[in-house]
């Protein structure tokens, strides 16, 4: 046998994982076939009650109209259109947390529609197999950085708590934090995405490891970093299948 000629189960298998990560960013011209989002039900933890499910709603909505839309804690309400505070359910078993609205966020008021958000969006649905509206998506803070900057940390303080209210109302099973930003302020640490990406940490609601369970928190790469850096699509994609081997949801089809 030829030394230099590569094992034809290795060379499967990576194949097989760049058509699934190619898929996730929504690649469609690839030899496999993408799944039907509302074709894979979530598996559900003990029921939440129809009641419950509408008075997290109250609650989120009370925040949102009495509070961050008027907000003025730090100077990002000089500058920005619409606040963005979170969409999708508050039931929801997994909470995407990014950093802050770009431009397109700060004009309707909803996080993550624009390029990173239409990603973000077929990483869900192509990628898990699961449905945008099924999970919670927000960021740490709710207004735009001027030329969309990193959060500033005087901003991230002024803001977090609101962050903070949203987990504690909907209880995820799981938060997916989207970059570093993102990840560093979840986990109050200086370490980077890629050290911190591919390994399960621990988000004490309550601020101290000394009290009350952990959410796990599963840190990843922004989908505008994937953008900017399709390599490392693969690597988010395992990031993902982690995530979803926790909360036991079976891996789509292909």
């Not at 000089?78 to 397109?104: L, N, Q, Y």
Request: charged letters at 25%.
């Amino acid at each position: 046998m030829n030394a230099n000629r590569p094992d034809r189960t290795h060379l499967a298998q990576a194949l097989r994982e760049r058509f699934e990560s190619d898929a996730m960013l929504g690649a469609s011209a690839l030899p496999i076939q993408l799944p039907d989002p509302r074709s894979i039900p979530v598996v559900s933890r003990q029921a939440i009650g129809e009641d419950e499910v509408k008075r997290r709603q109250v609650e989120l909505d009370v925040i949102d109209r009495d509070e961050v839309r008027g907000c003025t804690r730090c100077g990002l309400a000089r500058t920005r259109t619409k606040t963005v505070f979170g969409v999708g359910s508050p039931a929801a078993r997994i909470m995407f947390v990014g950093e802050g609205p770009g431009h397109d966020e700060d004009m309707s008021g909803i996080p993550f529609v624009g390029r990173a958000g239409e990603l973000l969006t077929r990483m869900i649905e192509a990628g898990m197999g699961l449905k945008r509206e099924d999970v919670y998506i927000c960021n740490i803070i709710k207004c735009r950085p001027p030329e969309n900057r990193d959060p500033a940390q005087d901003e991230v303080l002024a803001c977090k708590g609101y962050l903070w209210r949203q987990i504690e109302i909907i209880q995820p099973e799981v938060i997916i934090a989207l970059g570093s930003p993102a990840a560093k302020t979840l986990l109050n640490t200086s370490e980077g995405i890629g050290r911190l990406r591919a390994r399960w940490h621990d988000f004490y609601p309550s601020g101290t490891a000394m009290s009350g369970e952990p959410i796990p928190v599963m840190p990843t790469y922004h989908p505008a970093y994937l953008l900017r850096s399709p390599g490392e699509k693969v690597k988010a994609w395992e990031d993902l299948k982690m995530v979803m081997a926790h909360l036991g949801l079976p891996l789509p089809v292909r």
